[in-house]
């Protein structure tokens, strides 16, 4: 019995009805298509096809994640380490407020007052920690209140 090779043609195809959708990262979209069982070499041209027809650009994806991510709520620290298993090591995250969005994110899910005892004020520390804010924007969030 034999099986059929997937062509490169329909490895275009797949790559750019995901690129049609939204953005992916080449690690993202190389991935995806060894899932669909396409061929490695198959899959290196044509990503690099798409990046020289700018179809595919890791700067675009990244910036697209970023803003993504920073309107989801998500700190500084999440959204670096989601960007590195997508394959993208260099990005710039100065031109974001992640002191005043770890204020707003408290003060949506809990009010704005500043609670008066340490296992309220753990809790809410604890969830800032999990969308990925630093100890210092977090210690910032109760300041500002």
Known sequence: MTTLRKSREECYSGAMRMLVRREHSTLELSHKLKNKDFDQDDID??????????????????????????????????????????????????????????YKIRERKFGQSVPSDFKEKAKQQRFLQSRGFSFEHINQSFKNA
């Open 45 to 102: 041209s044509v990503i690099a096809s798409l990046i020289q027809k700018d179809y595919q650009s890791n700067e675009r994806f990244t910036t697209e994640f970023i803003q993504m991510r920073f309107n989801q709520g998500k700190g500084p620290i999440k959204i670096r380490l989601d960007l590195k298993q997508r394959g993208i090591d260099k990005f710039d995250l100065s031109g974001f407020d992640f002191y005043a969005l770890a």
